[in-house]
């Protein structure tokens, strides 16, 4: 759904309100608080979502004067719900928290920039992961513009720009180094991009087709079909993305999305690519 407008003037009172942004001192986190996130975060890498909302909802009743499981809860509600007006509310709860943390309300900001991207509210979204940035460089944002220059704006130049600040900023993220892969790979660095792409399998516990004996993230997945396509490699890029479909969230990137992303340009027409979307995400 593209509805753009109708949310503009509420996000430009929004950014407006908050265009000076007090910085915060990390607030101390209590223990308690400390080993509800660790336990919602580490649910979310099972793939255990129910575990991972009970945690974090949790987390929320007892502490929701910090930031740290508003911008958490947002986040689940973003990415496992897609509920953005859900995710935005406590977006919001996190930059507003009474005990703040410029880590967890940059995170916030970045969570609104997705659902901004979202809705269809580009330029917006630009606003407000730039937002993010200001009030603390985070791999998180420079991941989300790298992944929306390339796909919306064809901007490959300024992707490969963010792909490396999020490198930079987390050198052990496997997202960060297999979109740093992907835009390499286009302005044809292949060495560069070889070694970002398996620095990034071996700390997902991956091989290049995504084969796992444990739970790969969705992203990392997708976005190793992106970089086989782009390399040109058929085989590799429908092996990962039949991986990808396979995770518990793969639904938060839709048929019409992928069939844009400029990274599988060369397999729009493709039969073997068409059948496995049609069989995995079939057109309503």
Known sequence: MRNGNRFAFAWLLLIAGCASPKSSVPTETPPELAQ????????????????????????????????????LLGEFRRFWQHDGKGASHYFQLAIDASKPDDHWIAFAWRGLGEVARWRGEIDRAIQVFEKSLSIKPNADAHRSLSALYATEKRDFEKAAHHAKAAVDLSPEDPIALVQYAVQMARFKKFEESE????????????????????????????????????????????????????TPNHRHITREEIVRDPDFESLVKDPDFKALLDYRLPEE
């Open 36 to 71: 509800l996130l660790r336990e919602g975060q580490e649910a979310e890498r099972r793939g255990d979502a129910a575990s991972a909302q009970r945690a974090y909802e949790v987390a929320h009743l007892a502490y929701g004067d910090h930031s740290a499981p508003c911008a």
């Open 195 to 246: 070694e970002a792409f398996w620095k990034a399998m071996g700390i997902a516990g991956c091989d290049e087709r995504g084969r796992s004996n444990g739970l790969v993230h969705c992203c990392v997945l997708y976005n190793g079909a992106c970089y086989h396509a782009v390399r040109g490699n058929k085989a590799d890029a429908l092996a990962m993305l039949k991986e990808f479909f396979s």
